[in-house]
């Protein structure tokens, strides 16, 4: 490996450690007003109520997209081309 490499290498390694620290710096620190008043339990139940409700809203886009896609396939757009002449 010549010395540019390496020192690409060693920067890399430098930065993906940089960033792990402030990773666990971001999950290490309090949650502001909500983080002091709400139980961790609590959040996790609103947020798996949040999930759940994305969930539903991308049960109720399929539905609708399989509506939509059904009948396209019942009734297929006309295939017809106009020709055009360009000169």
């Given at each position: 490996?010549?010395?540019?490499?390496?020192?690409?290498?060693?920067?890399?390694?430098?930065?993906?450690?940089?960033?792990?620290?402030?990773?666990?710096?971001?999950?290490?620190?309090?949650?502001?007003?909500?983080?002091?008043?709400?139980?961790?339990?609590?959040?996790?139940?609103?947020?798996?109520?949040?999930?759940e409700?994305?969930?539903?809203?991308r049960?109720?886009?399929?539905?609708?997209?399989?509506?939509?896609?059904?009948s396209?396939?019942?009734?297929?757009?006309?295939?017809?081309?106009?020709?055009?002449?360009?000169?």
């Open positions: 490996m010549n010395d540019h490499a390496h020192d690409q290498q060693d920067r890399i390694e430098e930065l993906e450690g940089r960033l792990k620290e402030l990773e666990h710096a971001v999950e290490d620190r309090p949650r502001g007003l909500i983080g002091r008043i709400m139980p961790p339990d609590a959040s996790n139940h609103f947020r798996a109520a949040g999930r409700q994305l969930l539903g809203i049960s109720l886009v399929d539905h609708w997209i399989g509506r939509l896609e059904a396209e396939r019942r009734h297929p757009a006309p295939t017809e081309r106009e020709e055009i002449h360009i000169d």
